[in-house]
Each structure stands twice: as structure tokens, then as C-alpha cells.
């Protein structure tokens, strides 16, 4: 069911230099206060106003969640502050791969780019003219598939922006012509990988299992689509630009939804300066941004744990 405006491209601000504004895309299903905390972030930004909004709800998984999925609509009902506002609500469930696959794959067949959000993302005040100014400046980059608002917390000075082979998902922007290389067989995906050895560059030399992460995917343990984005574009080569001061800090984490663990080893403070996305940044990947996420995972990942994952590894056949 559809509601609300047409959707439809403003014109911009002076804090951008885009002739448009990319529209935003909210993916919400049963955290009403979590979602609210996102969008008070989202109408801080100065170009919100400029901004048209389109909410996915999902509907109930099961009975006992109505009444959180119900909370949920009834706030996107009343949700104002943007240029205009279009309301999605799913009539059966969907569950978030498939929402956020089709709801991308929805808005890219109307507009050229997009930027996506899920409800549990704070967002800098400063991030509409980051995301913005991004999809400008890399529009005609084919090696470029997205620009990312989160940086992991590093303890490191990094460039003002980075590249990093691969896609990412907490707060995230692409075009159609990326989204045109998501690849949905993620059996495909790790016979790739795995055929040009590339598994322990994917899982950053060791350091985090992405890997696993798609091969749990590939046995249904888990239905990521943000591992088959980011293995689609790693194994084209394709690039996402980071900040180097993270513009969304993830709320959930904190075990209330279905995805999540509870944990603050990714939090952080928001950017409080504008990141200038026009300073120079040469389109290939970082070798100091890579290292510094290397060394963070590092630290975080006890001895046992690393040994744990290396032997996973070694038990599928996907150590390279």
C-alpha cells in the first residue's frame, strides 16, 4: 500500500553542490522509539526540509510483534518536516533482506540515486550534505558503487574521505547504475571468492569474517544482503567512500532487534564538522584506511577468536 506524496527531486540548498537531492529511504519494522531517534536526527540536517522520504514498514513476523509493527506505522503516519513523505506498508512479511532489496531495486527504477537508511541509525547533522555532495562528485566514476556515512571507531587519524574496496550498510548511498551489479546467488558469490583466492583479502587479512558471513548466508543460517552487496562489488573491484569522522552512529546494537548483538564496541561521536568531500582523494583503494580498519578489527578479535575463524576456514575450504 502506498500513501502520501509523489516523490520527487527539490532543489538544492546552498550547503550542497548538487542540482538535486538524493531521496532517502527508511527501512523500519518494530522499534518505534529507535525510528523516531533516526528521523530527530534526519530533520537536523538542513537539507531535510528539501528532502523527500520514503518509509518500507514491514509487517508482523509473527502475532506478537503487531503491536510493535502497529506503534511503528502509526508513527510514520504522523512524520512531517521533509519535502515530502511516501509510506510503504507491507502487508505480509517481508523480512529486512528482501525489504531492502526490493525497496532499493523500487526507488532506483524512478530516480538515478539514493540514500538508505535503517531505523536505527543516527545521523550527523552534517550528513545530508556529505551524501549529497558524494553522489555528485561520483556520479560518472564507474569504479565508484557507494559512498558510506559510517567509520568504524579507529583511535587513528584517517583521510578526510577514503576509498575501500567492497560496499558497506550502516548508512549508505549508490546509484542505479551500482545497484545494477548486486548479485543476489551468494553461492556465486563465495564460489568466486573462492575460486581467485580471494577470501582472506575479502575478510580483511584474517581480521573479520566476511566470509562466514556468506557462507552462513549460502546455508540460510543468515539472509544478509549486505554480504552479497559487498562481495559483489569487492570481486568487480568496485569502490565505497568512507568519512573519516563517522556521520551515523548505530543504536541498535543494543540486542532489541532481530540482527543485532548487544555491543558498544562500534559506537562513537558523531562528525561535528562538515566532511569536505571536494578535497582531493585519489579514486582507487586506501591503503591507511585499510589498515586502520585491519588493526581495529585486530584488537578487537581475542587470540582464541582469531584461531576459531582461521580453522572455520580451513573446515570449508575458504582459507586463500
Not at 514491514?58 to 506503534?71: G, I, N, R, W
Not at 584474517?206 to 549486505?226: E, F, I, K
Request: glycine residues 6%.
Amino acid at each position: 500500500m502506498m500513501n502520501g506524496h509523489a516523490s520527487s527531486f527539490a532543489a538544492t540548498q546552498s550547503s550542497t553542490r548538487d542540482t538535486a537531492l538524493a531521496p532517502v529511504v527508511v527501512f523500519a519494522y518494530a522499534r518505534a522509539d529507535h525510528l523516531q531517534r533516526t528521523i530527530e536526527s534526519l530533520l537536523a540536517n538542513p537539507e531535510a526540509a528539501n528532502t523527500d522520504v520514503i518509509f518500507f514498514c514491514d509487517a508482523a513476523k509473527q502475532p506478537a510483534h503487531e503491536p510493535k509493527v502497529d506503534a511503528v506505522r502509526t508513527y510514520v503516519d504522523g512524520v512531517q518536516g521533509f519535502r515530502s513523505v511516501r509510506r510503504v506498508y507491507r502487508e505480509s512479511n517481508y523480512g529486512l533482506a528482501r525489504s531492502v532489496i526490493e525497496g532499493v531495486t523500487q526507488v532506483l527504477a524512478e530516480h538515478d540515486r539514493v540514500i538508505v537508511l535503517e531505523d536505527d541509525l543516527l545521523v550527523s547533522p552534517h550528513f545530508l550534505r556529505y551524501m549529497n555532495n558524494a553522489l555528485a562528485r561520483y556520479e560518472s566514476e564507474p569504479r565508484v558503487a557507494s559512498i558510506h556515512g559510517y567509520c568504524y571507531p579507529v583511535g587513528e587519524p584517517l583521510p578526510q574521505t577514503f576509498f575501500l574496496e567492497g560496499a558497506d550498510c550502516w548508512g549508505w548511498a549508490t546509484w542505479s547504475r551500482a545497484w545494477a551489479h548486486f548479485e543476489p546467488d551468494g553461492a556465486k558469490l563465495l564460489e568466486q571468492l573462492r575460486a581467485r583466492k580471494l577470501t582472506r583479502a575479502f575478510d580483511l587479512d584474517g581480521q573479520y569474517p566476511y566470509t562466514q558471513m556468506l557462507q552462513d548466508q549460502v546455508a540460510g543460517r543468515n539472509s544478509s544482503w549486505a554480504i552479497r552487496w559487498h562481495a559483489a562489488c569487492f570481486l568487480k573491484g568496485l569502490l565505497t567512500l568512507y568519512p573519516g569522522h563517522s556521520l551515523v552512529e548505530n543504536i541498535g546494537n543494543d540486542a532489541s532487534g532481530t540482527h543485532c548483538e548487544s555491543t558498544d564496541r562500534f559506537s562513537q561521536a558523531l562528525a561535528s564538522a562538515p566532511v569536505d568531500v571536494f578535497a582531493a582523494t585519489a579514486v582507487e583503494p586506501s591503503r591507511a584506511g585499510r589498515d586502520a580498519f585491519v588493526r581495529f578489527f585486530r584488537a578487537q578479535n581475542p587470540p582464541w577468536l582469531r584461531a576459531r575463524r582461521w580453522l572455520s576456514r580451513v573446515w570449508h575450504g575458504s582459507l586463500a
